[in-house]
């Protein structure tokens, strides 16, 4: 698990629970809201920025987020190129970068809190099970066995808001819930797939037909 990954964002993945369980990726934006005053624009540049943590793992999550925006029809850009490495910049600062860069709408993220967890639950073992391919471990579980097992995690909280840069508006924001990353590409490609197509059903992003 990367720590660098950590300070920068609370990143998800889905547990072996909840894909067993059938959850859906947009189940990790646990509340949202949107401008109820404001008037759906086109965008034609939108400035993707994250807020904190290593520059090479913001840099990634920058990129992702371009790539999949250009994918779903909007150009975009990542607040990288027009912030040095070794400035410290608020949400503020993002905004002023993007009116610079001429973008009409910024996406900002930022890590909310960290929130360690326990779950103690009984142990299993396998036993082997007769099948049609002959005999195997580990498709059925016998037990409980021993001790209970114990489980410690931490479920990490980040907002996501996308911001009308032209009229100063915020128009969305998003509070999403995921548990410790472990690998570090995937869990970026799935938390910027989940923020984008929640925008998307929204028709939020002005998204070219």
């Known amino acids: 698990m990367s720590i660098a990954l950590l300070r920068f964002l609370a990143l998800p993945i889905l547990t072996a629970t909840l894909a067993l369980a059938g959850c859906s990726t947009n189940k990790m934006i ?26 090479s793992i913001g840099r990634n999550f ?7 925006l250009k994918a779903a029809g909007v150009d975009a850009l990542p607040s990288y190129r027009y912030i040095p490495d070794h400035e ?38 396998p036993i082997p099970v007769f099948g049609v391919f002959g005999s195997h471990v580990g498709a059925t579980w016998s037990g409980p ?21 032209s009229k100063n508006e915020m128009v969305w924001s ?9 690998e570090t590409s995937a869990v970026v490609k799935n938390y910027v797939e989940t ?15």
Request: no cysteine; aromatic share 8%; hydrophobic share 30%.
């Open 30 to 55: 646990v509340s949202e809201w949107s401008n109820p005053g404001y008037a759906s624009s086109s965008f034609r540049t939108i400035m993707v920025g994250g807020l904190g943590g290593q520059s």
């Open 195 to 209: 923020v984008v197509k929640a925008l998307n059903e929204k028709n939020l992003l002005g998204a070219k037909k």
């Open 145 to 165: 066995y021993g001790g209970p097992s114990v489980s410690r995690y931490n479920v990490y909280t980040s907002e996501v808001k996308l911001y009308d840069i």
């Open 88 to 125: 410290k910049v608020d949400e503020a600062g993002l905004k002023e970068a993007a009116r610079k860069a001429g973008t009409d709408a910024l996406i900002v993220a930022r890590s909310v809190s960290v929130e360690p967890k326990t779950d103690v639950g009984p142990s299993y073992y």
């Open 62 to 68: 920058e990129d992702e987020f371009v790539t999949q």
């Open 174 to 182: 998003g509070t999403v819930k995921t548990t410790q990353p472990e």
